[in-house]
Nanobody, 130 residues
Framework: QVQLVESGGGLVQPGGSLRLSCAAS????????TGWFRQAPGKEREGVSC????????YYSDSVKGRFTISRDNAKNTIYLQMSSLTPEDTAVYYC???????????????????????WGEGTLVTVSS
């Protein structure tokens, strides 16, 4: 069966750090465009950071650039999102997703495919609050 399972969410204070994990089963992540999306209360789901299959180039939304880092561990078939300098505006349910991109090879392109992803995890809640 094909699954994506996120973990690592929780409560963190402003300025703190957190690392999210997304473990895949049933398919090989390095052959897919993958990424992290989030949905804050009352807002639409948005792409946060994505990474291409193959050479693993990455993309970050302007709101997280310089604070978040995406990575992939091929041996563990897992992607990660290291989050630092967190603010209350980062509070959201974070989802990982994967897509067979075909001719789309840019990480930004992957993050723009919100409505076309092949696989989604159930999400993990990140709450940034004092």
């Amino acid at each position: 069966q094909v699954q994506l399972v996120e973990s690592g969410g929780g409560l963190v204070q402003p300025g703190g750090s957190l690392r999210l994990s997304c473990a895949a089963s049933g398919f090989t992540l390095r052959y897919y465009g993958t990424g992290w999306f989030r949905q804050a209360p009352g807002k639409e789901r948005e792409g946060v950071s994505c990474i291409t299959g193959g050479d693993g180039t990455s993309y970050y939304s302007d709101s997280v650039k310089g604070r978040f880092t995406i990575s992939r561990d091929n041996a563990k078939n897992t992607i990660y999102l290291q989050m630092s300098s967190l603010t209350p505006e980062d509070t959201a349910v974070y989802y990982c997703a994967a897509v067979w991109t075909g001719g789309i090879r840019s990480a930004s392109g992957v993050c723009e495919m919100t409505d076309s992803m092949d696989y989604w995890g159930e999400g993990t809640l990140v709450t940034v609050s004092s």
